[in-house]
């Protein structure tokens, strides 16, 4: 059992930034991605960003350029810092943990309870 816990998330200006973390409850230095995914109301669940255990990063278009996502294996942890936020990211973000089968050691899959981040003046 994998336990994710987000936090940072909160009310924002318009233009403004968070710094999202996500802690845990094991190493995930052999978890092979971890990312932030969003669900915003009356739209699809949608990848934020993901970090792999070999190094590379993917974005969403839409956030491409404004946030940035880091993970520290040492740490457990993974987090998203957003910048120039606008009200299109107003959304409850979850964590994720995904790990791939690799012989005879499962895969699994979890996730937070998510952090809700609202942008509006």
């Known amino acids: 059992q994998v336990r994710l816990v987000e936090s940072g998330g909160g009310l924002v200006q318009p233009g403004g930034s968070l710094r999202l973390s996500c802690a845990a409850s094991v190493s995930i230095r052999d978890i092979t991605v971890m990312g932030w995914y969003r669900r915003a109301p009356g739209r699809q669940f949608e990848l934020v960003a993901n970090a792999s255990i070999d190094g590379r990063v993917t974005y969403n278009e839409a956030v491409e350029g404004r946030f940035a996502i880091s993970r520290d294996n040492a740490e457990n942890a993974v987090w998203l810092q957003m910048t120039n936020l606008g009200p299109e990211d107003t959304a409850v973000y979850y964590c994720?943990?995904?790990?791939?089968?690799?012989?005879?050691?499962?895969?699994?899959?979890?996730w937070g309870d998510g952090t809700q981040v609202t942008v509006s003046s």
């Open positions: 994720n943990a995904d790990r791939h089968p690799k012989g005879s050691t499962p895969g699994f899959d979890y």
